[in-house]
T-cell receptor, first 114, second 108 residues
Framework: EAQVTQNPRYLITVTGKKLTVTCSQNMNHEYMSWYRQDPGLGLRQIYYSMNVEVTDKGDVPEGYKVSRKEKRNFPLILESPSPNQTSLYFC?????????????FGPGTRLTVT | RKEVEQDPGPFNVPEGATVAFNCTYSNSASQSFFWYRQDCRKEPKLLMSVYSSGNEDGRFTAQLNRASQYISLLIRDSKLSDSATYLCVVNIGVEERFGAGTRLTVKP
């Protein structure tokens, strides 16, 4: 089944404790991205990657890191999480970097930083 | 001003009603446009792309007005299962901009 998976789905952590949210897709998509969703603000892009070893900042990259060592995986790293990073996070992928392709989203990761 | 703006609603309509959502965007260089549907606490899923000529998929019709920089979604004969949040999405090159969503509740 074609899908985007994320882990963990739910995470409660404390300020400053490094964490990684994994994202994997099995559709051989070139383009992957991370979003956060907050009430009233919609989805905001954190980082995106057009292909292996190619990543770029989105709208709200501060406090986040990503890597794209393999085509299928695109982990999101919070080196020192803070409470303002409490949010719902979605990983997404699409076939190419052109904007005409449908995006496929993972099921989301609900992160709480205390 | 937000790059993509939507009326947050909520829109509460009876079954069978016709409901329309609008979305405005600020960047005239925007290239492609979509409507996504998001159920509560779930991931967004593509509902339909929006083409310049307008397009229809069953009970759903999407239209684009580049001159006025807005897109619309019309839902005819609303079903209970249409209850969701509808997200307007605008692509500018490789980047996507999402509206905050319009919440629709269809009641019996």
């Amino acid at each position: 089944e074609a899908q985007v998976t994320q882990n963990p789905r739910y995470l409660i952590t404390v300020t400053g404790k490094k964490l990684t949210v994994t994202c994997s897709q099995n559709m051989n998509h070139e383009y992957m991205s991370w979003y956060r969703q907050d009430p009233g603000l919609g989805l905001r892009q954190i980082y995106y990657s057009m292909n292996v070893e190619v990543t770029d900042k989105g709208d709200v990259p501060e406090g986040y890191k990503v890597s794209r060592k393999e085509k299928r995986n695109f982990p999101l790293i919070l080196e020192s999480p803070s409470p303002n990073q409490t949010s719902l996070y979605f990983c997404a992928s699409r076939l190419g970097s052109g904007g005409y392709y449908e995006q496929y989203f993972g099921p989301g990761t609900r992160l709480t930083v205390t | 001003r937000k790059e993509v703006e939507q009326d947050p609603g909520p829109f509460n309509v009876p079954e069978g009603a016709t409901v329309a959502f609008n979305c405005t965007y600020s960047n005239s260089a925007s290239q492609s446009f979509f409507w996504y549907r998001q159920d509560c606490r779930k991931e967004p899923k593509l509902l339909m792309s929006v083409y310049s000529s307008g397009n229809e998929d069953g009970r759903f019709t999407a239209q684009l007005n580049r001159a006025s920089q807005y897109i619309s979604l019309l839902i005819r004969d609303s079903k209970l299962s249409d209850s969701a949040t509808y997200l307007c999405v605008v692509n500018i090159g490789v980047e996507e901009r999402f509206g905050a969503g319009t919440r629709l509740t269809v009641k019996p």
